[in-house]
């Protein structure tokens, strides 16, 4: 089992692009979510999903929009990124939201200049 | 979910016992107390979780005071891999989609 895969592992874009990341999971998980990692902090709920076809705001939504249309794939979207969305990404899913684990992606660095 | 707090930073020298605390006071009945832990630029990993009891598994121990208001993730033989960040998470199990709200975390060093 590879776990949690994200695609791409670095990225730097220019303020105004637009990206997608890709999280993807082969553990059967319902459940998926996206968070950011700024220097020197705690890691901070972006998005997250409960099902196929399903997604929800987390604390910082701001500036992503999300989809799961795969049970195993959780897409990270930045429309028009801006230098403060400069950061690490991880993705990370879990069977449900109930006494189980999150298995974490190693992240992706994306660098908005 | 309840706050945590935790120390920003503790030495453990090699082979030694790591005791990292984590107050929770207002923690409610139904919460769990978890534990991650972010080895530098890589993902979290989970190590441990708990209701009331104390629990065991093979990274590590977790024990929970009887008031619930505070836990103690023991690693018991330190290493230096086990250099990290170690979070204390307190969450519903049922909750909003799961969410985990990561604090500052206790960064943990080993040392020869």
């Known amino acids: 089992n590879a776990g949690v895969t994200q695609t791409p592992k670095f990225r730097v874009l220019k303020t105004g692009q637009s990206m997608t990341l890709l999280c993807a999971q082969d553990?059967?998980?319902?459940?998926m979510y996206w968070y950011r990692q700024d220097p020197g902090m705690g890691l901070r709920l972006i998005h997250y999903?409960?099902?196929?076809?399903?997604?929800a705001k987390g604390e910082v939504p701001d500036g992503y929009n999300v989809s799961r249309l795969k049970k195993q794939n959780f897409l990270l979207g930045l429309e028009s990124a801006a230098p403060s969305q400069t950061s690490v990404y991880f993705c990370?899913?879990?069977?449900?939201?109930?006494?189980?684990?999150?298995?974490f992606g190693p992240g992706t660095r994306l660098t908005v200049l | 979910d309840a706050k945590t707090t935790q120390p920003t930073s503790m030495d453990c020298a090699e082979g030694r016992a790591a005791n990292l605390p984590c107050n929770h006071s207002?923690?409610?009945?139904?919460?769990?107390v978890y534990w991650y832990r972010q080895i530098h630029s890589q993902g979290p990993q989970y190590i441990i979780h708990?209701?009331?009891n104390n629990e065991t598994n093979e990274m590590a121990s977790l024990i929970i005071t009887e008031d619930r208001k505070s836990s103690t993730l023991i690693l018991p033989h330190a290493t230096l891999r086990d250099t990290a960040v170690y979070y204390c998470?307190?969450?519903?199990?049922?909750?909003?989609?799961?969410?985990?709200?990561f604090g500052q975390g206790t960064e943990l060093s080993v040392k020869p």
């Open positions: 708990g209701l009331k």
């Open positions: 207002t923690i409610s009945g139904n919460e769990y």
């Open positions: 998470i307190v969450r519903v199990a049922r909750n909003q989609g799961g969410k985990l709200i």
């Open positions: 990370a899913s879990s069977r449900t939201s109930g006494y189980n684990e999150q298995f």
């Open positions: 553990m059967n998980h319902e459940y």
């Open positions: 999903s409960v099902g196929e076809g399903t997604t």
